[in-house]
């Protein structure tokens, strides 16, 4: 059977806020299987993105060498601060801040840092960008998205979820999912089920060979209009390519222009960003 913990403050529970998306896990047994899964050691350095009331966050704190909690919320840190003083955890430092602007780079200590969190989804996709910005900081991040977002990042060429999203998080990180969470083991449930996934940032995609932007620029433009083939699609995101060039390129890379996007494995989008760079003029 499950085991829960209730969220609670100051003069009993406090009512999660819509607008950011809060949802607070509340199974111990989810929050037991997610540390194990983390693989975190004593000498660990962890960044928790949005504590709540502390689930994953007390834990934590036992078995690392010092947590920083980031929350936006006001009403959580002073909650969770008092519930910390009570339980004598000394090696949590609360944060109230939005940690889209929080400054990773800021947490001082010798090796890179750790991130954990329950990502709300209104904020999944900037976080990511926030995170794989981060990377020179950043070794790993072990974070739950529902259960769409997860897939996204999760999935292969040829089907429903891949997109741009895939390919650009697994051009800077391995992705690995951990551990589906049921929507029963938050309060309140949110619709939709869960995933944790694991972003190694010290393990990126072995083939480079092209700029952060120029990868960035060109998987965009295949997948601007999914239903549209690649040449199509990014006819209409870089207007200043014409299509007889884009057609040789893609040839020349061993790329049908007949394909749509979702077809693409990493490396052809490589090799078409590489035979691209030349064109100075193109924008988008």
């Known amino acids: 059977m499950a085991r829960y913990c209730r969220p609670s403050g100051p003069g009993g529970r406090l009512r999660p806020r819509k607008e950011l998306g809060q949802h607070f896990l509340v199974d111990r047994g989810i929050v037991d299987k997610i540390?194990?899964?983390?693989?975190?050691?004593?000498?660990?350095?962890?960044?928790?993105?949005?504590?709540?009331?502390?689930?994953?966050?007390?834990?934590?704190?036992?078995?690392?060498?010092?947590?920083?909690?980031?929350?936006?919320?006001?009403?959580?840190?002073?909650?969770?601060?008092?519930?910390?003083?009570?339980?004598?955890?000394?090696?949590?430092?609360?944060?109230?801040?939005?940690?889209?602007?929080?400054?990773?780079?800021?947490?001082?200590?010798?090796?890179?840092?750790?991130v954990v969190g329950n990502i709300p989804y209104n904020i999944s996709s900037p976080l990511l960008e926030k995170v794989i910005g981060q990377r020179g900081v950043v070794a790993r991040a072990v974070l739950m998205f529902q259960l769409e977002v997860a897939r996204r990042l999760t999935s292969g060429p040829g089907t429903k979820s891949y997109g741009a999203m895939t390919l650009l998080v697994r051009y800077h990180a391995a992705c690995t999912p951990l551990l589906t969470v049921t929507r029963k083991a938050f309060y309140p449930p949110p619709k939709v089920d869960s995933m944790v996934v694991e972003l190694d940032l010290e393990r990126p995609f072995p083939a480079r060979g092209v700029s952060d932007d120029q990868f960035r620029r060109v998987v965009r433009g295949a997948f601007s209009h999914r239903r549209k083939t690649i040449v199509n699609s990014m006819r209409g995101f870089f207007p200043s390519w014409t299509r007889d060039i884009l057609v040789q390129r893609m040839k020349a890379c061993g790329i049908d222009p007949g394909s749509r996007a979702e077809s693409l494995h990493m490396d052809q989008f490589l090799r078409l960003a590489r035979a691209l760079v030349i064109d100075k003029n193109a924008t988008g």
């Open 35 to 114: 540390l194990a899964s983390a693989r975190l050691g004593r000498s660990d350095v962890v960044l928790e993105v949005g504590p709540g009331h502390g689930a994953l966050t007390i834990p934590l704190a036992r078995r690392v060498s010092h947590v920083v909690a980031v929350e936006k919320d006001l009403r959580l840190v002073e909650a969770l601060q008092k519930k910390l003083l009570g339980l004598g955890i000394s090696n949590v430092t609360l944060l109230n801040q939005d940690i889209l602007r929080f400054d990773f780079s800021g947490i001082r200590t010798r090796d890179k840092i750790q």
